[in-house]
């Protein structure tokens, strides 16, 4: 009987676990759910990690895509605006923050672009350049929204203080990928806003966690990758790229 709790006690414990660094996504918008997926070998196609959902975890979260540029809605209360003091907080390296790829979930990603069937590159420019100047457009610049297949990749933080995770609506995730000699190499770096004007560090509450959603990228070339955090790294998973990457 005693083994029995234990084994109880320890079952519970994982599921727990698992439950904090894992929830499955459910995402609202039927318009996107039905939307078929396209794939990307573009590693720049998604400059940022936009953030998705911040909260304490759950079995199943349902939530509307997130697509602000700078200031997301859903972060209000863990924006700090920075000081010298959080910039060298900043600095230092996490001791005990988890990240997890779920690959095996679906998560769509949309973008919007210029429809160039109903609109010339020099007419955009054109619209883009009385806009920078403070004047009213004279022509609307049509768009057209694609949806591409993406997972969410969530961290969990489970240290006892707050931690500065990232800043604007970006989590600031490194890429690294397995080249054919199986030595690790940085796929992207750490990206940045080019313009860091008035942007406000995101802080992650201890037990909170907070998801991104990455796309799944195409490729001529199948290996392992991971993402990192400053110090921290994901788990590994499977996935394909184009070769050219790991030349640059």
């Known amino acids: 009987m005693k083994i029995f709790y234990v084994v109880l006690i320890c079952f519970s414990l994982i599921c727990n676990g698992q439950l904090e660094i894992h929830p499955t996504y459910l995402t609202s918008d039927k318009n996107i759910t039905s939307q078929k997926l396209e794939k990307t070998d573009d590693i720049n196609l998604f400059h940022l990690s ?12 349902e939530l509307s895509y997130t697509d602000y540029d700078r200031d997301n809605p859903i972060l209000t209360n863990n924006y700090e605006r920075p000081t010298d003091i959080l910039h060298k907080r900043y600095k230092d390296d996490y001791k005990n923050i988890r990240l997890f790829a779920d690959i095996g979930q679906t998560t769509p990603l949309k973008r919007t672009f210029p429809d160039l069937t109903k609109i010339t590159e020099e007419e955009i420019n054109i619209q883009l350049d009385r806009m920078d100047k403070g004047k009213e457009q004279t022509k609307e610049i049509p768009e057209i929204t694609n949806y591409y297949d993406g997972f969410p990749v969530t961290i969990y933080n489970e240290e006892d203080k707050d931690i500065i995770i990232g800043f604007g609506n970006h989590i600031p995730l490194e890429l690294e990928a397995l080249d054919k000699e199986n030595n690790w190499k940085t796929i992207y770096s750490r990206r940045i806003y080019s313009c860091g ?12 966690i907070i998801t991104v959603f990455q796309p799944r990228l195409s490729g001529n070339f199948k290996t392992k990758f991971r993402y990192r955090l400053k110090n921290m ?7 394909k790229i184009n070769e050219d990457y790991f030349k640059n």
């Open 197 to 208: 004007v008035g942007i406000r560090y995101i802080m992650l509450k201890p037990k909170q």
């Open 50 to 61: 936009k953030v998705q959902y911040l909260g304490r975890a759950q079995a199943s979260i």
């Open 233 to 239: 790294l994901s788990n590994e998973f499977e996935g």
